[in-house]
C-alpha cells in the first residue's frame, strides 16, 4: 500500500533535513514523499532537490508562494498513494510511525488513523502515552471525541499526525489563503469517517516553541480575521449534520473560549485588538437561544453555565467577578491544593 507523504516547505532550511531524513528512515518503505518548495527565499527548495538526487521516492514541486494550504493542496493534486498524509517540515516523525497506521489500517481497515504526539519545547519534551489504541466505529463518533478536548485523546484539527484514506478527502480540499486552514477541513474529513483508529503512542514531533511560528502569536488581530471565522465557518458545517452532539460540543467549548477571551482582552495594550469586545458581546447574543441544549450536556460543568449567566446579565459584572477570582480565589485554591499534596 503505497503511503504519500507530503511536505509544505517554506523558508525553514534549518528543519527540512532533518524532517526528511525522519522519513526516509521509516521502517515501512512503500512511501511516496512529496517536498512542496512554497516560493522559499532562502535554500529550502535547494536542499530538497540535493535529497531527491539521492532517493527516488522523493519527488520537488517548486511554485510561487501561495501559503501552507495551497502548498498541501499541491502535494494531494500530485499524490499518487491509496492513503495520503503530511509533516510540516519543521517538525519530524519517529521512524515507526507509518509501519504502526498502515497496521491499524490493514487490521481494522480504517478509513483515518491518528496517533499521539510529542510537545517539543526547547529544553524537555511531553509525553502522555499509554500506548492505548481505540477504534472507533459508529458515524460521527470520532468527530465527536476530537470536539470533546479530552487530552486523553489527541485528535484535534491538526493535518499532521493523521493517515487519511484517499477516498476520504474526496475532493475536499485546505482553504487557500487563510491561517487555521486546518480548522474547517479536519471537521468536514471527521465526519465522513465510518471507521477510525486512535494510536495512544507518540509518533509524531510537533515543535511548540520555533520562533516566527503561527502557534506562539499569541492574541493577536489574526484571531479575529481567521481564527474565529475559522470556528464561525466550523459551526455552520456541524449545522448541517444529521447528529446534533458535534454542534453541541462545539459550541460549549467555543463559549467557554469567547468568555476568556473577553476577560483578556482588556488585557491587551492594542486598541486594535481590544476593539473586538464588542464582538465577543455580539457573537454570544446571538446565541442565547442555544444556550439550554448547550449547557444541558452531561460534560458542561455548572460552573461554565453560572459564568455565562452572568456575562448574560451583565458583561462589566462579569468581568469584575473573574478579576477577583484570577486575583484572589484561584490563587487560594491553588495553594490550597498544594497543601493537600504535602
Not at 509501519?99 to 519545547?121: F, N, P, S, T, W
Not at 459508529?138 to 478536548?149: D, G, H, N, V, W
Not at 479575529?224 to 455552520?236: H, R, V
Amino acid at each position: 500500500m503505497l503511503i504519500s507523504v507530503i511536505v509544505a516547505v517554506y523558508n525553514i532550511e534549518k528543519y527540512i533535513a532533518r524532517c526528511i531524513e525522519s522519513i526516509q528512515r521509516q521502517t515501512y518503505r512503500e512511501l511516496e514523499i512529496i517536498l512542496v518548495d512554497d516560493g522559499s527565499t532562502d535554500k529550502s527548495g535547494e536542499i530538497c532537490d540535493a535529497y531527491q538526487k539521492k532517493d527516488e521516492r522523493i519527488k520537488v514541486i517548486h511554485r510561487e508562494n501561495g501559503g501552507l494550504s495551497a502548498a498541501r493542496n499541491t502535494g494531494i493534486a500530485n499524490a499518487e498513494g491509496k492513503y495520503i498524509t503530511f509533516v510540516d517540515g519543521d517538525d519530524w516523525i519517529e521512524a515507526s510511525m507509518y509501519e504502526k497506521m498502515e497496521e491499524q489500517v490493514r487490521k481494522e481497515g480504517a478509513d483515518l488513523v491518528v496517533c499521539r504526539y510529542y510537545r517539543i519545547y526547547k529544553d524537555f519534551r511531553v509525553d502522555e502515552s499509554t500506548d492505548k489504541i481505540t477504534v472507533f466505529e459508529k458515524p460521527f463518533s470520532m468527530l465527536a471525541q476530537c470536539l470533546r478536548e479530552d487530552e486523553k485523546f489527541l485528535i484535534q484539527h491538526a493535518a499532521w499526525n493523521k493517515l487519511y484514506k484517499r477516498e476520504l478527502l474526496g475532493e475536499e480540499r485546505f482553504p487557500e489563503g487563510k491561517w487555521y486552514e486546518d480548522v474547517v477541513f479536519s471537521a468536514k474529513i471527521l465526519s465522513r469517517v465510518q471507521r477510525g483508529v486512535y494510536i495512544d503512542t507518540a509518533l509524531y514531533n510537533y515543535v511548540c516553541e520555533r520562533e516566527g511560528s503561527i502557534m506562539n502569536a499569541g492574541l493577536t488581530e489574526r484571531y479575529f480575521t481567521d481564527l474565529l471565522p475559522a470556528y464561525i465557518e466550523k459551526e455552520s458545517y456541524l449545522e448541517s449534520l444529521p447528529d446534533s452532539e458535534p454542534l453541541c460540543l462545539h459550541r460549549y467549548f467555543l463559549y467557554k473560549r469567547l468568555l476568556i477571551l473577553y476577560r483578556d482582552l482588556f488585557k491587551k495594550e492594542n486598541k486594535t485588538v481590544r476593539r473586538h469586545k464588542k464582538d465577543v458581546v455580539r457573537i454570544l447574543r446571538e446565541r442565547k437561544s442555544t444556550f439550554p441544549e448547550v449547557y444541558g450536556m452531561e460534560i458542561a460543568a455548572k460552573t461554565e453555565k453560572i459564568k455565562m449567566q452572568m456575562f448574560m446579565i451583565s458583561p462589566f459584572l462579569f468581568r469584575m467577578f473573574m478579576t477577583v477570582n484570577d486575583a484572589l480565589i484561584l490563587p487560594y485554591r491553588l495553594k490550597k491544593m498544594e497543601k493537600k499534596k504535602c
